[in-house]
């Protein structure tokens, strides 16, 4: 079983910078992938970036070169950097864990980019 909770979501204005934290109830490194989703109101649940237990990493195109995800040990949280945030960005940022050939979500964290 993985619990994992996230942290650090809110309102920001364009072109402001977020860090999405996600904690989990495991060590990080003993989980084979962990990535962070969004879902916007109408619209499907995409993937934002993914990190596997290699430490590659892949990210949506709309994000690339403005969002990080990283894993942090000293927090054992893996979390996303997000920079250059445009409205587009807006969703609820869920956290997610592959590990031991099961899924677990997170409940999700508001991220609303407005001014």
């Known amino acids: 079983q993985v619990q994992l909770v996230e942290s650090g979501g809110g309102l920001v204005q364009p072109g402001g910078s977020l860090r999405l934290s996600c904690a989990a109830s495991r060590s990080i490194f003993s989980i084979s992938t962990m990535a962070w989703y969004r879902q916007a109101p109408g619209k499907r649940r995409e993937l934002v970036a993914r990190?596997?237990?290699?430490?590659?990493?892949n990210y949506a195109d709309s994000v690339k070169g403005r969002f990080t995800i990283s894993r942090e040990s000293a927090k054992n949280t893996v979390d996303l950097q997000m920079n250059v945030l445009k409205p587009e960005d807006s969703a609820v940022y869920l956290c997610y864990a592959l590990a031991d050939g099961r899924q677990y979500w997170g409940q999700g964290t508001q991220v609303t980019v407005s001014s």
């Open positions: 990190i596997i237990s290699g430490g590659n990493t």
